[in-house]
């Protein structure tokens, strides 16, 4: 009897929009769930009675099924937090973790440190990233990132680069005397070095004209840093020579005595290289980077070295390429690991498995790795969050709409059961 089509067709009705209102009920739910995603539930019509066969037309519908639930993969707003190790992505792609379930994906960034010093997500997945080396070079290679040693060693200084002018209107020649060596001297400067140890000492740097275009210098430190040294006078640790042209570049730079031998069980003869610049005759260059001799007041115009003392972690943070760097109390900064973060050709159709983690599935393709910011996987943000994608006021609005629609349904059935019961009253 064609009416009882009619009361399935009310079933599949109540049961489709059942299944939306479950739908919509779950965006409502996760309207404050980090990276979450709107999905929209879609209906098919199931296949309709046909009244003249394969001719075509004149068909009668059975009713409605749910024929997807599709995530909506919009950019939802990103929100500054005060939290070091809080990011988002503003683009296609998803961070990659790696735990008890195996490799997952999320878009949920709220990460934190373990006890272990993973960095984690909420429920303990460990987030990866690009590993670097003890340089801090970035390289292709994923793993767990991880926090670093509390301490990091002392490296000894092996180069001191010194950019100074030097006053080619001194005309007093001076006999340089290391026991008086302020007076015997026409300049001098103090800069810091690090020992084996990561000791740091003050080396006082003289510089004295001994002919035109003709400077000896001079590195001490105080004895007692020495070995075999003497408390309250200066060491001589290190001696040389530099000779300029006669537009006042840097011409030719010659160390000709060296003897850090500082006390304490550091190492003996460190070899520390003293570089003025680019010169034209030794370095082949063209004496314009580094120490000049100018006609104007002598002077130390900049100073570095490469040595470092010990030191302990002061601060973590990631910056907007998702590289991980860490401050050291010792001034020393060092990239630790990159995010990495994975990119899929069909993210639709990625498997949910709960707690804002998802699976590759057959359909989604497998998983691109890469750097953020490269093949459209997104920018990272840190200090941020990505917000739910939820629009309270549409889910309502779809809300109201699949109410109706359910009512209506319900109708069907009702109207259905009148109608069955005047087919009962036709006995009486």
């Known amino acids: 009897m064609g009416i009882l089509s009619s009361l399935y067709t009310g079933v599949s009705g109540l049961s489709a929009q059942g299944e939306a ?32 066969g394969i001719l075509g037309g004149n068909q009668i519908g059975r009713g409605v099924k749910i024929g997807a639930v599709n995530p909506i993969l919009v950019q939802g707003n990103v929100d500054a937090t005060e939290k070091s190790t809080d990011l988002a992505i503003s683009g296609d792609g998803y961070f990659i973790q790696n735990g008890s379930d195996g490799e997952s994906y999320t878009r949920d960034g709220a990460f934190h440190f373990d006890r272990e010093g993973y960095l984690v997500s909420k429920n303990n ?20 990132i991880k926090f670093p ?37 026409h300049y001098s400067t103090g800069i810091e070095l690090y020992d084996s140890q990561g000791n740091k000492h003050l080396m006082t740097m003289f510089f ?16 007692k840093e020495v070995t075999g040294g003497t408390e309250g006078e200066m060491s001589e640790v290190v001696t040389g ?40 005759t030794t370095d082949k260059g063209d004496g314009l980077d580094g120490t000049k001799q100018y006609g104007k ?20 943070s990631f910056n907007d390429e998702g590289v991980l760097t860490a401050l050291y ?9 990159q995010i990495a973060l994975a990119k899929f050709e069909n993210p639709e159709a990625l498997f949910k498995i709960g707690k804002n983690s998802l699976k590759e599935a057959r359909d989604s393709g497998p998983a ?41 349904n319900a109708k069907t059935i009702t109207t259905t059961d009148e109608l069955l019961n005047e087919v009962i009253n036709l006995k009486r």
């Open 21 to 52: 209102l479950g739908v919509i009920g779950d965006n409502i739910a996760n309207s404050n769930t980090v990276g979450f995603k709107a999905s929209r539930a879609e209906f098919q019509d199931i296949i309709s009675k046909s009244l003249k």
């Open 125 to 144: 997945q460990r987030i990866q990233g690009f590993q670097a080396n003890e340089d801090g070079q970035i390289l292709n290679k994923v793993g767990d």
């Open 149 to 185: 040693r509390a301490l990091i060693p002392a490296r000894a200084t092996e180069t001191i680069k010194m950019d100074l002018n030097l006053d080619s209107r001194t005309q007093e020649v001076k006999q340089w005397d290391a026991s008086n060596p302020y007076d015997s001297s």
């Open 208 to 223: 004295n004209k001994s002919a035109d275009r003709t400077w000896e210098w001079h590195g001490m430190v105080d004895g």
């Open 241 to 280: 020579r530099i000779t300029f042209t006669v537009d006042g570049k840097l011409d030719t730079e010659e160390t000709t005595n060296s003897a850090f031998n500082f006390a304490g069980g550091a190492l003996q003869n460190q070899q520390i290289k003293i570089d003025f610049g680019d010169s034209v």
């Open 297 to 316: 007041e002598s002077d130390l115009i900049s100073w570095n070295q490469d040595g470092s003392a010990a030191g302990t972690i002061n601060n973590l």
């Open 329 to 337: 109390s010792n001034g020393e900064t060092q990239d630790l690991a």
């Open 368 to 408: 691109a790795i890469g750097s953020p910011g490269k093949a459209g996987r997104g920018k990272i943000f840190a200090k941020s969050l990505e917000r739910s994608t939820v629009d309270m006021a549409t889910e309502f609005v779809n809300l109201i709409q699949n109410q109706r629609a359910f009512q209506a």
